[in-house]
Nanobody, 123 residues
Framework: VQVVESGGGLVQPGGSLRLSCAAS????????IGWFRQAPGKEREGVSL????????HYADSVKGRFTISRDKAKNTAYLQMNSLKPEDTAIYYC?????????????????WGQGIQVTVSS
C-alpha cells in the first residue's frame, strides 16, 4: 500500500492550489476519503470528506464554498481543489482513506494516510 500526495506549495492570499493523493495497493472504489490539516500548535482537523457509497461530500464550515473534494476512480486518485485561499489555511494537509461506506471526521478511523504536504498562504 502506498499513498503519495502532491500539489502543495506557497500561494498568495486569494490564490488556488489543487492537492492530489495517488493511492496504490488498494482500490478507492471501497474507501471513503478524508482530507485533514494540521497547523503549527493546533490539533489535526477535518477539512473535507467524501463517502464511498455515493460520493456525497462534506466540508468544514471554514472551507465551505472554497474547497472541493473529488476522486477519479480510474486513476485511483483523490483531489482537493482549494480556491480563495486565506492565510489561516496554512497547514500540513493529509489525505486519508477508510475502508467503509461512510466517511468520518475522526482521523483515528482511517486506515491509510498520505505523507502530508505543506500548504502556505502568504503574501
Amino acid at each position: 500500500v502506498q499513498v503519495v500526495e502532491s500539489g502543495g506549495g506557497l500561494v498568495q492570499p486569494g490564490g488556488s492550489l489543487r492537492l492530489s493523493c495517488a493511492a496504490s495497493g488498494f482500490s478507492l472504489d471501497y474507501y471513503a476519503i478524508g482530507w485533514f490539516r494540521q497547523a503549527p500548535g493546533k490539533e489535526r482537523e477535518g477539512v473535507s470528506l467524501i463517502d464511498s457509497i455515493d460520493d456525497s461530500s462534506h466540508y468544514a464550515d471554514s472551507v465551505k464554498g472554497r474547497f472541493t473534494i473529488s476522486r477519479d476512480k480510474a486513476k485511483n486518485t483523490a483531489y482537493l481543489q482549494m480556491n480563495s485561499l486565506k492565510p489561516e489555511d496554512t497547514a500540513i494537509y493529509y489525505c486519508a482513506f477508510r475502508e467503509a461506506e461512510d466517511s468520518s471526521w475522526y482521523p483515528e478511523l482511517y486506515d491509510y494516510w498520505g505523507q502530508g504536504i505543506q500548504v502556505t498562504v502568504s503574501s
